[in-house]
């Protein structure tokens, strides 16, 4: 994953660094042809740089200086040469250190979350560490953890920011129940059908040390308001 970082923004700067070199110049000096209007390069530079900013959002590597990352375009474009394998060293090391800092954050951001909702009303703790809120029980059955689920649902990582929703689709989704991650599992088995759960989930019953994405870091425990809209109860294949 780190190397696939290096090599996408080793590519970029490089571009980006042979461009830098006419930036600023009129586009009549010969590096461009007359008939191209100095908006038209306005608007291609301004992409390029927003391609640029997006890539360094997308993988993740945080707040960076914007002089530096200009100076190394500026560098790149005029030819200086750096030690290659010096720069995989020192750009591997800073995504280990940031991935390590993310993740100690989400273990302190996740202790303080789930402490706070544990004494919220109707908030419930089980022995494995999940939290649920019963906001509607429901009239009918409980699923299992084989049966089969329809869901609503919308899940939110603790900026509160949804990553996931079937509200949003505006089509519930059907699944196993244990064929997703054991917060879920073991939380749904709490409200019958036609309810609806809250689920505090902490990492370990979520995506664990490894998290999911951009927007669900390591170590990050989870939110989910889920409706129970029916259940299939499982039938093994001899009972067929």
């Known amino acids: 994953m780190y190397m696939k970082k290096i090599f996408i923004i080793a590519v970029i700067c490089t571009l980006g660094g042979l461009m830098l070199t006419s930036c600023d110049k009129k586009t009549t000096d010969g590096k461009q042809p007359a008939i191209i209007a100095q908006a038209d390069v306005d608007s291609v530079s301004y992409l390029l740089g927003?391609?640029?900013?997006?890539?360094?959002?997308?993988?993740?590597?945080?707040?960076?200086?914007?002089?530096?990352?200009?100076?190394?375009?500026?560098?790149?474009?005029?030819?200086?040469?750096?030690?290659?394998?010096?720069?995989?060293?020192?750009?591997?090391?800073?995504?280990?250190?940031?991935?390590?800092?993310?993740?100690?954050?989400?273990?302190?951001?996740?202790?303080?979350?789930?402490?706070?909702?544990?004494?919220?009303?109707?908030?419930v703790k089980t022995e494995s560490g999940l939290l649920y809120k019963i906001v509607r029980e429901g009239e009918g059955i409980k699923p299992g953890a084989k049966d089969t689920v329809e869901v609503h649902y919308e899940g939110t990582n603790l900026d509160g920011k949804v990553f996931d929703s079937s509200y949003e689709r505006d089509q519930t989704i059907t699944f196993p129940l244990n064929g997703v991650i054991k917060g879920w599992t073991e939380g749904m088995q709490f409200v019958g059908e036609g309810g609806e759960i809250m689920l505090y989930i902490p990492a370990e019953l979520a995506y664990g040390e490894r998290g999911a994405g951009s927007d669900i870091r390591p170590n990050e425990a989870l939110t989910f308001k889920v409706e129970l809209k029916s259940v299939k109860p499982f039938v093994a294949p001899e009972e067929k």
């Open 50 to 123: 927003y391609s640029f900013g997006m890539q360094l959002k997308q993988n993740d590597f945080g707040p960076l200086s914007c002089n530096q990352i200009i100076k190394g375009l500026q560098d790149a474009g005029k030819g200086v040469e750096i030690d290659y394998m010096q720069f995989q060293q020192i750009v591997s090391g800073f995504l280990e250190k940031r991935s390590q800092a993310v993740s100690e954050e989400m273990v302190k951001r996740s202790a303080d979350m789930l402490a706070a909702k544990e004494k919220e009303d109707g908030v």
